[in-house]
């Protein structure tokens, strides 16, 4: 299996998750954010997760998730979800990434290793979120607010490894969210949020951005 993603996707570290938490080995394909040819080749369109199993093409990543989760041995994400995380998640979305994006397309990310790829991504998520100076300037602002929301989320998180006690599929969007969070420096972070994007970080393989955090 063959995994084609960007670094810094949030939908794509869904898509990774599942393969560490399952222990399933997959290869792991960085696209350059500009490479339309590749994905367009594969399900017709420029979007990242795809997955390539068997000659066939997964797009979406929560598909991608299901698949994997099936494949071998019971179902790990067996857990109910929880509607909280869920509204908790929709509420923080906004200065998410408004803090992210720009921050995403300075950092020294795989998918950005040329000029062209970083052009193109910052051209086609300013026509969507608008520009990035503007928000970068509006940070401050931006953090405080999570910085408020966050308290609200430490809980709801009953374990390290599993938010509703057992892992299930807002596991999978939660830990995506935090990864996301952590290109962003200044966040603060409860005890048990903390804990649980380290933890989600250690059995999932994938790193957080901690270290290159803007
Ligand atoms: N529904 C899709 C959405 C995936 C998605 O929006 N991916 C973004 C990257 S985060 C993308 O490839 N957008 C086109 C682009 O960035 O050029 C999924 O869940 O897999």
Redesign the pocket.
């Known amino acids: 299996m063959k995994l084609f993603v ?1 670094d810094h ?4 570290v ?2 990774r998750a599942i393969f560490g938490l399952k222990d399933v080995p997959f290869d792991l394909a960085i696209l350059l ?1 500009d490479d339309e040819a590749t994905p367009v080749s594969m399900i017709g369109k ?4 795809i997955l390539e199993h068997d000659g066939r093409f997964i ?4 598909d991608i998730v299901a698949h994997v989760d099936g494949l071998s041995g019971t179902r790990i994400l067996s857990g109910p979800c929880n509607p909280a995380v869920a509204q908790w998640l929709t509420d923080a979305s906004e200065p998410l990434f408004r803090l992210a994006l720009p921050r995403w397309a300075s950092a020294d990310l795989e998918e950005f290793s040329t000029p062209e790829a970083r052009a193109y ?1 910052t051209r ?1 998520k300013e026509a969507m979120i608008g520009s990035f100076a503007v928000h970068m300037a509006a940070s401050s602002d931006y953090i405080a607010t999570l910085n408020q929301h966050l308290p609200t989320l430490a809980p709801l998180i009953l374990s390290a490894d599993g938010v509703s006690g057992e892992l299930s599929e807002t596991d999978i969007h939660l830990f995506a969210a935090l990864r996301a969070l952590s290109i962003v420096k200044g966040i603060i972070y409860p005890a048990a949020v903390d804990a649980y994007r380290i933890r989600m970080a250690q059995r999932t393989g994938i790193d957080l951005h901690d270290a290159i955090a803007i």
């Open positions: 960007y996707c949030p939908f794509c869904k898509a954010n420029k979007m990242a997760p797009a979406d990543s929560m991504f086609n």
